[in-house]
């Protein structure tokens, strides 16, 4: 039990530093990474494919990489958007890395890149635990999954800097408990910000790339008080260990016409970038 346990922190140990070289990179080139995590079917595609289009009309340069078991079918859809989008196939594995994310984006990832989305695997249990080197991490949950949910996730939505309601539109059909809701989430990452969206009907369209664009410009993003407890402990090798992770982790697995966009799909997680 032991060795479990020590190999949890070492895997966890290795993404730590990962992460925290492909942050500084990131900055040094200034781009910023926001890195997306929900559940199976919360539409955060939809959502994102409106956000990359609006980015489009504003002339904000972006991309986005979307990380997936199986199957092409997030990229082909932000790909319509005409942004840079890549598929990465994680061949099983239920959460993206720093060090998968990083070869993906090298070589690849446009040198003008303002903003680069990352659309993470549906799923609130194993990515929370895994810093991707993103600057904004964003919880999204659709008012059909119960007001419950961030209770039920404590560590995907306390060490959330940005939580987005997504099928706003049939929100009274489900009796979605607003107010409920917020509480929860404010039981649990207390002062995070709780913004509201329909993909449908565009209703909170372009709150995210606002968001994404003020973290960019140097507004410090809400810092989780998850994140606060465990910021400056160290590991065995001295890197610190920074936020978006968690020491409990368990780092096995869990069980049309696209524009000028630069589509590309992965074999797996341990595929070179490909142009």
């Not at 649990?188 to 329909?198: D, H, K, Q, Y």
Request: net charge negative.
């Amino acid at each position: 039990m032991c060795r479990v346990v020590d190999l949890q922190q070492a895997v966890l140990a290795k993404n730590e530093t990962t992460a925290h070289a492909l942050r500084t990179g990131m900055a040094a080139r200034g781009t910023t990474v926001i890195n997306l995590l929900s559940s199976p079917g919360s539409g955060k595609t939809a959502l994102l494919e409106g956000e990359l289009l609006l980015a489009r009309e504003r002339g904000v340069p972006v991309a986005a990489l979307t990380a997936d078991l199986a199957t092409e079918n997030d990229a082909r859809r932000l790909a319509r958007s005409g942004v840079p989008v890549k598929q990465v196939l994680t061949d099983g594995l239920c959460h993206l890395e720093a060090d998968m994310l990083g070869r993906h984006l090298e070589g690849w990832l446009p040198d003008s890149t303002r903003l680069v989305f990352v659309e993470n695997v549906g799923n609130l249990v194993c990515p929370a635990s895994y810093d991707l080197g993103e600057a904004l991490r964003v919880v999204l949950a659709s008012v059909t999954e119960g007001e419950d949910k961030p209770l039920k996730y404590p560590t995907a939505f306390g060490l959330a800097q940005l939580v987005v309601v997504t099928k706003t539109d049939i929100a009274d059909a489900v009796g979605f408990d607003e107010p409920a809701f917020r509480a929860h989430v404010e039981q649990v990452n207390p002062g995070v910000e709780v913004v509201l969206t329909s993909a449908r009907r565009g209703e909170g369209l372009g709150v995210l790339l606002d968001r994404a664009m003020a973290v960019a410009d140097g507004e410090p993003a809400h810092e989780p008080v998850m994140g606060r407890r465990h910021r400056g402990h160290h590991h065995t090798d001295g890197s610190p260990q920074t936020n978006g992770s968690h020491p409990h982790a368990h780092p096995h697995d869990c069980a049309d016409d696209p524009g000028q966009s630069a589509y590309v799909t992965s074999a797996g997680p341990s595929a070179q970038p490909r142009a």
